[in-house]
């Protein structure tokens, strides 16, 4: 999918906040995998069925890299931001189809509370099914503490009261632009697929889960 226009009619402010007992009843410590948006170029959009995160390149084919400054990558900052995630409850509330959700710009639409206070900076995410032996199946992500705010092309595509609102301070502490992510197992991520939280805690101040669910971190 290439570039497109606006996704029309845009939700007004009180169309936003009637989904706030939606958005805030997400479940927190395992949801599922709504959608997986590659971004081969400047614009475009592959919605997929099956997606690759590496260590190194994000996820695989997506144009994360080339879009890092030349200063980011030699500081190692750019890994901060190897993968953007959304709420699938907040991205379904600004479009219905998948293809208007997937212009959003992010490449992971989760169900799952993303908020600061349920996934704090550091807090880990693993997809697929567990193994026998307490390992994750697919890919293990981490959250990092670059933040994540709407942008222009965020406010063309879904407009102004949207901006609005997922900037607004209630909007930031539920993380409702999303969360910035590296990559700290390589795997495979499907929609449909499992989510489950294997780590919750700050950088600076971990708190664990219990081991069967987080074995593999």
Same mark, same amino acid.
């Given at each position: 999918m290439s570039d497109r226009a606006p996704a029309l009619?845009? *939700?007004?402010?009180e169309d936003l906040e009637s989904? &706030? @007992?939606? &958005?805030r009843s997400a479940p927190t410590d395992q949801g599922? /995998?709504? &959608?997986?948006?590659? *971004?081969?170029d400047l614009g475009?959009?592959?919605? &997929? @069925?099956e997606g690759v995160l590496d260590l190194a390149d994000g996820l695989v084919g997506d144009n994360w890299l080339s879009r890092a400054t030349s200063r980011a990558i030699a500081d190692g900052r750019h890994l901060d931001a190897q993968v953007n995630v959304m709420s699938a409850r907040m991205v379904g509330l600004l479009a219905d189809s998948e293809q208007e959700q997937a212009f959003a710009g992010d490449q992971l639409f989760l169900d799952l509370d993303i908020s600061v206070a349920n996934l704090p900076a550091g807090s880990r995410l693993a997809f697929g099914e567990l193994g026998a032996d307490g390992s994750s199946a697919g890919a293990v992500i981490e959250v990092t503490l670059k933040?994540?705010?709407g942008c222009a092309k965020f406010t063309a595509r879904y407009g102004a009261d949207a901006m609005h609102f997922v900037n607004s301070e209630t909007g930031k502490a539920m993380r409702l632009r999303g969360f910035n992510a *590296?990559? /700290?197992?390589s795997g495979l991520v499907r929609p449909g697929d499992v989510v489950r939280v294997v780590r919750r805690g700050g950088l600076d101040d971990q708190t664990e889960l219990p081991a069967e669910v987080s074995a593999s971190v």
């Amino acid at each position: 999918m290439s570039d497109r226009a606006p996704a029309l009619p845009y *939700r007004t402010t009180e169309d936003l906040e009637s989904g &706030l @007992d939606h &958005l805030r009843s997400a479940p927190t410590d395992q949801g599922t /995998v709504h &959608l997986v948006v590659r *971004r081969p170029d400047l614009g475009a959009r592959e919605i &997929l @069925d099956e997606g690759v995160l590496d260590l190194a390149d994000g996820l695989v084919g997506d144009n994360w890299l080339s879009r890092a400054t030349s200063r980011a990558i030699a500081d190692g900052r750019h890994l901060d931001a190897q993968v953007n995630v959304m709420s699938a409850r907040m991205v379904g509330l600004l479009a219905d189809s998948e293809q208007e959700q997937a212009f959003a710009g992010d490449q992971l639409f989760l169900d799952l509370d993303i908020s600061v206070a349920n996934l704090p900076a550091g807090s880990r995410l693993a997809f697929g099914e567990l193994g026998a032996d307490g390992s994750s199946a697919g890919a293990v992500i981490e959250v990092t503490l670059k933040p994540h705010n709407g942008c222009a092309k965020f406010t063309a595509r879904y407009g102004a009261d949207a901006m609005h609102f997922v900037n607004s301070e209630t909007g930031k502490a539920m993380r409702l632009r999303g969360f910035n992510a *590296r990559v /700290v197992e390589s795997g495979l991520v499907r929609p449909g697929d499992v989510v489950r939280v294997v780590r919750r805690g700050g950088l600076d101040d971990q708190t664990e889960l219990p081991a069967e669910v987080s074995a593999s971190v």
